[in-house]
């Protein structure tokens, strides 16, 4: 696994959360199964740009927030 996947999953889970949104909520806002998303969150797939564009507009967030590592800290 790359370096970038723990990042991008650690990042949606933590945003997802801190915005009070379930897993299905924000599956359902960014066009995706909820198993898809939970293994997205759970750094299990590689997912797409597109994919990563839509999670992000479903968050709230601009896309470039998914990939920073430094929100991590």
Known sequence: MGAL???VSANIR???ATAGLSQEAVARAAGVTLNY???TE???TNITLDVLEAIAEALGVAPE???DPT???
């Open 71 to 73: 929100t991590l800290v």
């Open 37 to 39: 998303y939970g293994q």
């Open 14 to 16: 933590r945003l997802r």
């Open 5 to 7: 996947r723990p990042v």
């Open 65 to 67: 927030r998914l990939l």
């Open 42 to 44: 759970r750094g299990q």
